[in-house]
């Protein structure tokens, strides 16, 4: 069974930083990319940002140069470095990828359970 796992999320105060984390984790194929989006209360689910198989990133125009999204493809992991937090970031930031499982001739997409981020003033 493939698995999304979050972990780093919390509680920050503005101007911090914190570094999320998402792993795959199953009988794996090959994952197709990875990204990061993020819900705040009220609002839609958003990218926030994300990473190809060779690398690649793309981010929220809003975002650049505050996170950086990160991989390891050989943990089957993604990061997502947050600094300069500010309380509008604060939301649940959910992984997601594209995963084809050993069993399996096609991709499926993936989510995570989510992780909350809250910002202080």
């Known amino acids: 069974q493939v698995q999304l796992v979050e972990s780093g999320g919390g509680l920050v105060q503005a101007g911090g930083s914190l570094r999320l984390s998402c792993a795959a984790s199953g009988s794996i194929s090959s994952v197709d990319g990875m990204k990061w989006y993020r819900q705040a209360p009220g609002k839609q689910r958003e990218l926030v940002a994300g990473?190809?198989?060779?690398?690649?990133?793309n981010y929220a125009d809003s975002l650049k140069g505050r996170f950086t999204i990160s991989g390891d493809n050989t943990k089957k992991t993604v990061y997502l470095q947050m600094n300069s937090l500010a309380p509008e970031d604060t939301a649940v930031y959910y992984c997601?990828?594209?995963?084809?499982?050993?069993?399996?001739?096609?991709?499926?997409?993936?989510w995570g359970q989510g992780t909350q981020v809250t910002v202080s003033t």
């Open positions: 997601n990828a594209l995963i084809r499982e050993s069993s399996s001739s096609y991709f499926r997409n993936y």
């Open positions: 990473i190809n198989s060779g690398g690649g990133t």
